[in-house]
């Protein structure tokens, strides 16, 4: 799968998803700084699936209907990196079918997934 980790995210989540076989694009070692909707429209026309802590990125596919190849919200009580792989890891066991076009929001505990029509 193809992954746009998030500078807030961190690169070690962007080295983990590489070590596992994924093509990564990491924003915090390739492009500092950059705005969000810069980031979704990229990720949008490369085919990336957005990685993120970052709320605003739901908000721009839903309330704004940006275009996107879907986004992956992590909206952990623990930021450690540790844990942000951990919960990457299950998602990617159990739902890796359902990220491609979709928003996805997990937790420590759960997963929530709003489907989107394929264009």
Known sequence: MK?????CT????????REQGHEV?????????AED???L????????IIVTNDKDFGEKVVRERKQH?????????DERTANKIRVLK?????YAGDLEGNLV????????IIRFPKT
């Open 3 to 7: 992954f746009l980790v998030d500078e």
């Open 37 to 39: 909707d810069f980031l």
């Open 90 to 94: 299950q998602l990617l066991d159990r």
């Open 25 to 33: 694009f990491s924003v915090y070692e390739q492009m500092r700084g």
């Open 69 to 77: 190849s879907g986004v992956i919200i992590l909206r952990l009580k």
């Open 41 to 48: 429209e990229k990720a949008y026309i490369e085919g990336w």
């Open 10 to 17: 961190g690169p070690s989540v962007a080295r983990w998803l």
């Open 105 to 112: 929001i997990a937790t420590e505990t759960t997963v929530r």
